[in-house]
């Protein structure tokens, strides 16, 4: 089994040139970002071809017609991965079915795997949503990132245990941050108080690697920045440095998963 750790640009300061070496030269495997401006486009191959950086793509598709549009542009930067926050919340069940049926069938044609995030706001919010269109559609995959779950139930999702095994099962790619039942980002995943959704988290990460059809799967360490990390009242100040953070949960994880039983 192998594991590959990217590193999101969520966050990051610097120029391009700046953030694509600091990133290499933490030992990640690639990239995860949305969609380069097209101003950048030529930089951004250029620049994942001199670090040797893979790439999975970020789309964000409220309908067909932007999944489409989405995949079409992100086939240009040959990623390894599309991750896409896909279709909304709102919609009615029978409106995702097609949407993720059709999702499907362009993910097909365009020869690149596809992990649709079990995001808040879009069609795979809750465990039971997500499990009804797993199975409903036997080949669509997850971008399992379970700490929206756990924000949106408000538990540490003891109740879902049939959906998350179903959920584990398709997962392609893992967002690795640690959620808590008031939120979806813990202010520090090193912080002993949160050492029990900590060690949840990294067992349902466990069950997803051992599960991966291929023995491989990647992770992204995607903590957010101020704004969805939490700052000091008054002076807006970050309570941890971002990069340390991603750091430390990615090393953490390889750590714990590569870990013999």
């Known amino acids: 089994m192998q594991l590959k750790k990217f590193k999101a640009l969520w966050g990051m300061d610097g120029t391009l040139q700046e953030?694509?070496?600091?990133?290499?030269?933490?030992?990640?495997?690639?990239?995860e970002a949305p969609l380069p401006a097209s101003v950048d486009a030529a930089l951004f191959k250029e620049l994942l071809e001199k670090h040797r950086l893979e790439y999975i793509a970020q789309i964000f598709a409220d309908d067909i017609h932007a999944f489409e549009n989405g995949m079409i542009q992100a086939a240009e930067f040959k990623p390894v991965l599309v991750n896409s926050q896909s279709a909304k919340d709102h919609m009615p069940f029978s409106e995702q079915l097609v949407?993720?049926?059709?999702?499907?069938?362009?993910?097909?044609?365009?020869?690149?795997?596809?992990g649709h995030e079990t995001h808040r706001g879009r069609a795979m919010f809750t465990p039971w949503n997500t499990?009804?269109?797993?199975?409903?559609?036997?080949?669509?995959?997850?971008t399992a990132d379970f700490s929206h779950w756990v924000?949106?139930?408000?538990?540490?999702?003891?109740?879902?245990?049939?959906?998350?095994?179903?959920?584990?099962?398709?997962?392609?790619?893992?967002?690795?941050?640690?959620?808590?039942?008031?939120?979806?980002q813990v202010?520090?995943?090193?912080?002993?108080?949160y050492k029990t959704e900590l060690d949840l988290h990294i067992s349902w990460w466990k069950a997803m690697l051992q599960q991966a059809k291929d023995g491989n799967l990647t992770f992204t360490p995607e903590y957010g920045p101020p704004g969805y990390m939490h700052t000091m009242p008054f002076t807006g100040e970050p309570i941890a440095d971002l990069w340390d953070v991603c750091l430390w949960m990615g090393n953490y994880v390889e750590e714990q998963l590569q870990r013999p039983e």
């Open 19 to 31: 953030q694509f070496s600091k990133i290499a030269d933490a030992g990640y495997r690639g990239v």
């Open 187 to 193: 202010p520090d995943p090193r912080a002993p108080e």
């Open 99 to 114: 949407f993720f049926d059709a999702a499907l069938k362009l993910e097909k044609e365009a020869g690149i795997p596809v």
């Open 131 to 142: 499990a009804h269109l797993l199975r409903e559609l036997e080949e669509l995959k997850i």
């Open 151 to 184: 924000c949106v139930c408000e538990s540490l999702l003891q109740s879902q245990s049939a959906h998350l095994d179903l959920a584990i099962s398709r997962t392609v790619h893992i967002h690795t941050r640690v959620g808590y039942i008031q939120g979806p």
